[in-house]
């Protein structure tokens, strides 16, 4: 496809369980952004991918939260031991990445996740 | 610290009127963005802003960037009720390490 995908597009879970969340990039962006949105609130960054390696992770929340994108692409977020403060969507966006004039990022339509 | 203020937060108009978001940022830079998001979806980049002057218009949305003010806006001119969404402006920080710096996010309501 031509857009941002991410799947699921819902994903309930119970507290403590572990979850994986996927983003597929549009082709050829270098550059991936995993983002996390309260209702009412702006996104919040979470981390950020230039090829296959995290040029900021900074705004993990903790240590149960982890990414990967192996092969420069496709990515996944990796949620251990989930809190019910984990719930939130979670959106991913891509960009041309470094090396371009400008940063306009392109996101998925997002993974909405629920802890119980 | 980059930070970026939009007001007002939540705006509530009539069908047919005209109305300006502002962002505000506080640290040098060139580029800025334009996002919308409907209930329940995804962003949607509206406009991307490249210089100090710069104006983009796309039916009743102009957006303008003035760097040396560190201000945006976003100007609706003769609302529709399409309209209503919830507008974030986010600024590339010079030295952010290739990030966005978001605002809040302007909720805008416009009734029929």
């Known amino acids: 496809g031509a857009g941002v995908s991410q799947t699921p597009s819902n994903k309930v879970t119970e507290k403590g369980k572990y979850v994986e969340l996927r983003c597929d990039p549009i082709?050829?962006?270098?550059?991936l952004y995993w983002y996390r949105q309260s209702l009412g609130q702006g996104p919040e960054f979470l981390i950020y991918?230039?090829?296959?390696?995290?040029?900021?992770d900074s705004g993990l929340p903790n240590d149960r939260f982890f990414a990967v994108r192996p092969e420069g692409s496709v990515s996944t977020l990796k949620i251990q031991r989930t809190e019910r403060g984990d719930s939130a969507v979670y959106l991913c966006?891509?960009?041309?990445?470094?090396?371009?004039?400008?940063?306009?990022?392109?996101f998925g339509p997002g993974t909405r996740l629920t802890v119980l | 610290e980059l930070k970026v203020e939009q007001n007002p937060l939540f705006l509530s108009m009539q069908e047919g009127k005209n109305y300006t978001i502002y962002c505000n940022y506080s640290?040098?830079?060139?580029?800025l963005y334009w996002y919308r998001q409907d209930p329940g979806k995804s962003l949607e980049s509206l406009f991307v802003?490249?210089?100090n002057g710069a104006v983009k218009q796309e039916g009743r949305l102009m957006a303008s960037l003035d760097t040396k003010a560190r201000l945006s806006t976003l100007h609706i001119t003769a609302a529709v009720h399409d309209l209503s969404a919830t507008y974030f402006c986010?600024?590339?920080?010079?030295?952010?390490?290739?990030?966005?710096?978001w605002g809040a996010g302007t909720k805008l309501i416009i009734k029929p």
């Open positions: 966006a891509s960009s041309a990445g470094a090396g371009a004039s400008y940063n306009e990022q392109f």
């Open positions: 082709s050829g962006h270098t550059a």
């Open positions: 991918f230039q090829g296959t390696g995290a040029a900021d």
């Open positions: 640290t040098t830079s060139d580029r």
């Open positions: 802003l490249l210089s």
């Open positions: 986010a600024v590339d920080g010079m030295d952010s390490n290739y990030q966005l710096i």
